[in-house]
């Protein structure tokens, strides 16, 4: 017996074997199950979503010989006739292949007659934005007043082409793209099932090459099969994709963190070395960001991979400025990347963009103790200096005017050392003085200090900013104050109203003060009153900014 691909011996039967369209099958279902059909459905979507297979178990759902349900037996001769592509009364036509309308004109010529062996004649025009405007005429009055036995079935990917004439005419199902954890899911799932040894991480990897249709992750995962000897691994995987690991992606995030040119380079030549799309490794690189921002905003990228660890690692190293730029010419860089010469030179360049662009930072210009590496992060024997707290916290929390921190870490202050009073300013001083950086820095900055005893310190955080609050963001302020002040104490932070002034507030109003104050010194120079009174000058206020530390 000859072998049968995956995506055709996987395709679904059933509505309930569709994966990652249940919004389209419960609308299906109840109309299936209460007997409210229409003449005209039109699904769209991406490639590889399952548009024909859903129309096709829908038109199995019509004819099955046990009666119109969303549950088609499945064994009676008509809805084997269909799952083998031979049911007569299912007419399944290319649009792209027949275009013109003395085409469409034959086709719809035997509308009126009734189904051979069916319940309904169904007809399933695939890619119908390929039919020309005089064939959208033709079936247009035939959608319009079709006869009872007969059922439209449109799909296309792009629906933006089809006349409003025509979508008036039908009920529209947008199908989705496929998360990443659908189709893994579903290769485990096939895997699994075909006793076929493989390796989460190629999962992984064809998941994200499948850019959401389920059709493509089952063709590569064939691909996989057959490259990697009937076993499905990691290397052999990104061999086959000209990707690389993710560890490579680390380790470039590691030359960045450093500073370090040359080790830069030096590992762009080892992943040179592999023979890589370097397109798909800045792909990849856009990725690990991403997941970095998400794990500095609100704490947890919303899934556990075995490169978490390493994830939270970059998170509380580097500033959530430098992730943010680092993405923004990442994104910039894609574009720019088919204009170099070749790939590796305009990849290599994307790479140096961001080391160049660099905000600079006291703790980078001036000397600092080499940052801690934790699992992946940046390396022990870095010479970036570790983070202040002013420089690693949210852009909330940020504030140039602040007084800069200590260019060494201060040792631990001992559990016996006093708490501070309950005014806001020491709460802000506290804060300064904690090793704290990103979503939980922004957590303090937002809390107004309650009470602070020798065994417990109560805040209170306002509903505006409770999506601070996270198990994550409370555990890294706890551990920090603990650091200062002893195992023993505990945190409780309480959301409610903040009537005293937070030191977020305070490094707003701050700024906002300076601004003002800039803006008046402006407005009082002798030669902007010359040029307003001279040549109509008008001043930009929006543009005026004080000038900070060295500039």
């Not at 309930?16 to 299936?32: I, K, P, R, T, Y």
């Not at 001769?77 to 799952?83: L, T, W």
């Not at 899911?185 to 991480?201: A, K, V, Y």
């Amino acid at each position: 017996m000859s072998y049968e691909v995956l995506a055709r011996k996987w395709r679904p039967h059933r509505f309930d074997e569709l994966v990652g369209q249940e919004h389209v099958v419960q609308a299906l279902s109840n109309a299936l199950d209460n007997n409210r059909l229409h003449h005209a459905y039109l699904f769209t979507g991406t490639r590889g979503v399952g548009k024909t297979t859903l129309a096709r178990i829908f038109a199995k759902s019509l004819n099955c010989e046990e009666g119109v349900s969303s549950h088609p037996c499945g064994k009676c001769s008509i809805c084997r006739e269909v799952d083998e592509g031979r049911f007569v009364d299912l007419l399944e036509v290319d649009a792209a292949s027949r275009t013109k309308v003395d085409q469409t004109r034959e086709l719809l010529e035997n509308v009126p007659y009734a189904p051979v062996r069916g319940r309904y004649k169904v007809y399933l025009i695939d890619e119908v934005h390929m039919f020309s405007d005089s064939s959208f005429n033709a079936l247009l009055k035939t959608l319009e007043e079709p006869p009872e036995h007969v059922k439209f079935l449109l799909a296309t990917t792009d629906p933006q082409k089809l006349p409003m004439t025509v979508l008036s005419r039908c009920l529209q199902f947008s199908l989705k793209r496929m998360t990443l954890e659908q189709i893994g899911g579903q290769l485990r799932h096939i895997l699994e099932s075909e006793s076929i040894p493989f390796d989460d991480n190629a999962l992984l990897a064809l998941a994200a090459a499948a850019d959401g249709s389920m059709r493509d992750g089952l063709s590569l995962l064939d691909q996989a099969i057959a490259f990697g000897g009937g076993e499905v691994r990691q290397q052999q995987v990104e061999a086959m994709l000209g990707s690389v690991s993710r560890d490579y992606v680390f380790g470039l995030l590691d030359a960045l963190a450093t500073g370090d040119g040359e080790l830069l380079l030096r590992r762009i030549a080892d992943i040179a070395g592999r023979a890589p799309d370097f397109s798909g490794v800045l792909d990849e690189m856009l990725r690990v960001l991403h997941n970095i921002a998400l794990t500095q905003i609100i704490g947890t990228t919303g899934e556990e991979t075995p490169e978490s660890g390493r994830i939270d690692a970059f998170a509380d190293t580097l500033p959530a400025e430098d992730v943010q730029l680092y993405y923004q010419i990442g994104l910039a860089g894609k574009q720019e990347m088919n204009h170099a010469p070749d790939l590796r030179s305009g990849f290599e360049m994307v790479l140096l963009r961001m080391l160049a662009f660099r905000p600079e930072t006291e703790t980078r210009s001036g000397s600092a103790a080499p940052a801690a590496r934790d699992q992946g992060g940046p390396p022990a024997g870095a010479s970036r200096a570790p983070q202040s707290s002013a420089t690693r916290s949210g852009p909330a929390a940020r504030d140039q005017g602040r007084a800069p921190a200590a260019d060494a870490p201060a040792p631990p202050a001992p559990a016996t050392q006093a708490p501070p009073g309950e005014t806001g300013a020491d709460w802000s001083a506290l804060i300064e003085d904690l090793d704290l950086g990103g979503i939980s820095r922004q957590l303090a900055d937002n809390c107004a200090l309650e009470s602070f005893t020798e065994n417990r310190i109560r805040l209170l955080l306002s509903e505006q900013h409770q999506a601070l609050k996270s198990e994550l963001s409370e555990r890294r302020l706890r551990e920090a104050l603990q650091k200062k002040y002893g195992e023993g104490l505990t945190l409780e932070i309480r959301v409610g109203e903040v009537r005293a002034e937070t030191p977020a507030q305070q490094t707003t109003r701050a700024q906002n003060e300076r601004i003002e104050e800039a803006r008046q010194q402006m407005a009082d120079d002798p030669f902007v009153k010359a040029a307003q009174q001279h040549f109509d000058a008008v001043m930009l206020e929006e543009s005026v900014k004080p000038v900070t530390r060295g500039e």
